[in-house]
């Protein structure tokens, strides 16, 4: 696993779960830092949306949709 590359990985939350894609930031022995990919932006609020960045090469990233990566 290389910084910048998407993987997909479980994410979990509370008592529940999917699998989702993840920008990979950068990786240690013992950690690995993502961010989470989503394409639900347009129904954010503004200042939730002025958290997410655009993944501009969607497509060539393997991605379905226009996505956007976020904390």
């Keep these: 696993m290389n910084p910048f590359e998407i993987f997909i990985a479980y994410v979990s939350w509370g008592n529940g ?4 894609p993840v920008l990979v930031l950068q990786t240690t022995e013992d950690n690995i830092s993502v ?3 989503t394409t639900q932006y347009a129904s954010k609020s503004e200042a939730v949306r002025a958290k997410f960045f655009k993944i501009n090469d969607w ?5 379905d949709k226009q996505s956007y990566g976020y904390l």
């Design 35 to 37: 961010y989470t990919i």
């Design 59 to 63: 497509k060539l990233s393997g991605l």
């Design 17 to 20: 779960g999917k699998k989702r």
